[in-house]
């Protein structure tokens, strides 16, 4: 079975643009969670999504949204991106979001 | 909220050396996990363990809840260890999964 997948691998925006990362988890898998890992830090939990239901968010600003579709996909956009939105964008899934977690390889987003 | 602390920072260890790691939480948690995440970024999951004891290959982890730590022990090292060890707990107050990481440790494996 395939592993987490996530889209693109890389990307590099400009100040003040807009940006939409994807993310499909494990099959089976209802529950997909989005980290912002910081070079030289642990990853910072940013949403999770349950059944198409946000059920968390982390300490991040209303630029951040989020969203999971039927399939269970989802997609996490940022607007008006700034400097320091540069970083690695790590998508996790399980199965009900309490259990083992699994990381897809990541999305790495320059800002200029 | 709750701090994670991961020791020691950095690690260099010869091949073939034995290692531990430790993870110290200053509040109870639901769950505890130890990552490794390779060269290129991808966590790997190594252990999920909120108590006991528990062994794959080289690598073992121990989580003692009530002391709040946990020790992730890796012997007879490989060059392909090397990255950076992080664990992440989840409080029970998000016991739908939020994973709080700490800073982790970077290993570096020498030939």
Known sequence: DAGVTQSPTHLIKTRGQHVTLRCSPISGHKSVSWY??????????????YEKEERGRGNFPDRFSARQFPNYSSELNVNALLLGDSALYLCASSSGGWETQYFGPGTRLLVL | ????????????????????????????????????????????????????????????????????????????????????????VELPTDSWGKLQFGAGTQVVVTP
Do not use: M
């Open chain 1, 36 to 49: 912002q890992q910081v070079l030289g830090q642990g990853p910072q939990f940013i949403f999770q999504y």
């Open chain 2, 1 to 88: 909220g709750i701090q994670v602390e991961q020791s020691p920072p950095d690690l260099i260890l010869q091949e073939g050396a034995n290692s531990t790691l430790r993870c110290n939480f200053s509040d109870s948690v639901n769950n505890l996990q130890w990552f490794h995440q390779n060269p290129w970024g991808q966590l790997i999951n190594l252990f999920y363990i909120p108590s006991g004891t528990k062994q794959n290959g080289r690598l073992s982890a121990t989580t003692v809840a009530t002391e709040r730590y946990s020790l992730l022990y890796i012997s007879s090292s490989q060059t392909t260890d090397s990255g950076v060890y992080f664990c992440a």
